[in-house]
């Protein structure tokens, strides 16, 4: 079973068909959707075959009811606290495709309800760095990180988001990850740019380091600095790119820790990563099967 900690809020994303107008209208498609990169992750690893388990909080509100139900109508175990005020992310998408986030997370990073029978029957812990910054969530990640290393559950970091990283500070942020020792750390080319990571450059304290490039090769860096390049197969009608990441993420652990084959498991997280890439939101293209 693979394991999430963190964000459930969600996510209005917004089209826009010209550049945007400041001060005045803008014509624009709008969708809301379930987010929150933890939630998006248990999510398509359900939906693709995985087992999966969410822990977080949210508001106690209708909207984080609904988002809990549809989590669990996609067949993710949801465990959470409902306390406060669900979050909600505000997705620009240029007509370019580059993207801005406004982000409200409401509760998501106040859960400090720690449950170590959550545990049970997992073999992936996946967590992205949204939940490692603030408190007292962050404190709540690191107590199941420590089961998850007595239980030799494999412990997955996700960097998240590069500014996220500069406002933590990268040197705090590399003492961090040293000190979890997660066996795979993935990041995105504006992640490993701000913390220094590429070929022979992996993040420190990871067994395993994964540099996605969108249409560009993967790099993949092992602790000893053995580097391995992973084309990617080009992806036809692209409509949005958000969740991808987490999607590569659903697709990726799963194989890898079953195998441990490096060029499977990343063609696996491509695989499913293309899916939302055809797709609008964090949500899957369910043409392909």
């Known amino acids: 079973m693979l394991c999430t900690i963190g964000d459930l809020v969600e ?15 803008t014509e624009s498609v709008i969708r809301r959707t379930r987010g929150g990169s933890a939630a998006n992750v248990s999510m398509f690893a359900a939906l693709t075959g995985t087992p999966s388990r969410f822990i977080g909080q949210v508001g106690h509100d209708r ?3 609904h988002l809990c139900e549809v989590l669990r109508d996609s067949g993710v175990d949801v ?13 620009l998408v240029q007509p370019n495709g580059q993207r801005s ?9 106040h ?3 720690f ?20 408190e007292p969530l962050a404190s709540t990640c690191v107590q199941y990180v420590n089961v998850a290393r007595a239980t030799g559950t494999l412990i997955s970091i996700d960097a998240s988001s590069a500014s996220v990283l500069k406002q933590y500070g990268t040197d705090r942020y590399r003492a961090l990850i040293q000190s979890l020792s997660p066996e795979v750390f993935m990041c995105n080319e504006d992640e490993a740019a701000v913390l220094g990571l590429g070929p ?7 067994l395993l380091t994964v540099i996605k490039q969108g249409p560009l090769p993967v790099i993949a860096v092992q602790h000893d600095g053995t580097t391995t390049e992973v084309a990617v197969t080009p992806v036809a009608n692209i409509v949005d790119t958000t969740g991808a990441g987490d999607a590569f993420a659903a697709g990726f652990l799963p194989h890898y820790v079953k195998t441990k084959e490096i060029k499977h498991a990343i063609a696996q997280g491509h695989a499913v990563a293309s899916r939302v890439l055809q797709s609008p939101g964090a949500t899957l293209n369910t043409s392909q099967q």
Not at 11 to 24: A, K, Q
Not at 102 to 109: I, N, Y
Not at 115 to 134: A, E
Request: aromatic content about 6%; charged content about 15%.
């Open 11 to 25: 996510d209005v994303v917004v089209w826009l068909n010209t550049e945007l107008n400041f001060g005045s209208d």
């Open 63 to 65: 909207l984080g009811s």
């Open 79 to 91: 465990h959470v606290i409902a306390d406060g005020r669900t979050g909600s992310i505000v997705v």
């Open 101 to 109: 986030f406004l982000t409200d997370r409401g509760v998501a990073s």
């Open 111 to 113: 859960l400090k309800h």
């Open 115 to 134: 449950d170590t029978t959550l545990m049970n029957n997992v073999s992936i812990l996946h967590i992205p760095t949204y939940s490692l910054t603030d």
């Open 200 to 206: 022979q450059k992996p993040m420190t304290g990871a």
